[in-house]
Nanobody
């Protein structure tokens, strides 16, 4: 059983930075950060593959950085140069097995945290 608990988030002006953290328990196959804005489809913004390869959505590449500390069982998302369009609920998510899809595909994320709100004002 995988459990995920996010922290961080909040409100910031455009151009600012925020850091999200996720406490991970259990043994997930792969982990990622997802987001969903009102009226929009959920999007995977960054993730670690099963071989610890980092992948980013084009919309955040060069601005966001995903990291993990296996000793502390945490998964972080550093968000820089934030834009109003980054406003969304952000979720830490995990797969418990291979699903034959890139981590950037929103499929097979069986576990998800409660979410943390990020609001970027212009």
């Amino acid at each position: 059983q995988v459990q995920l608990v996010e922290s961080g988030g909040g409100s910031v002006q455009a151009g600012g930075s925020l850091r999200l953290s996720c406490a991970v328990s259990g043994n997930p196959y792969s982990v990622a950060w997802l987001r969903q804005a009102p009226g929009k489809e959920r999007e995977v913004v960054a993730g670690f593959s099963s071989t610890d390869y980092k992948l980013y959505a084009d919309s955040v590449k060069g601005r966001f950085a995903i990291s993990r500390d296996k000793a502390k069982n945490t998964l972080d998302l550093e968000m820089n140069m934030l834009k109003p369009e980054d406003t969304a609920m952000y979720y830490c998510a995990a797969r418990d097995t291979s699903v034959g899809r890139s981590v950037l595909v929103d499929f097979g994320y069986k576990y998800r945290g409660q979410g943390t709100q990020v609001t970027v004002s212009s």
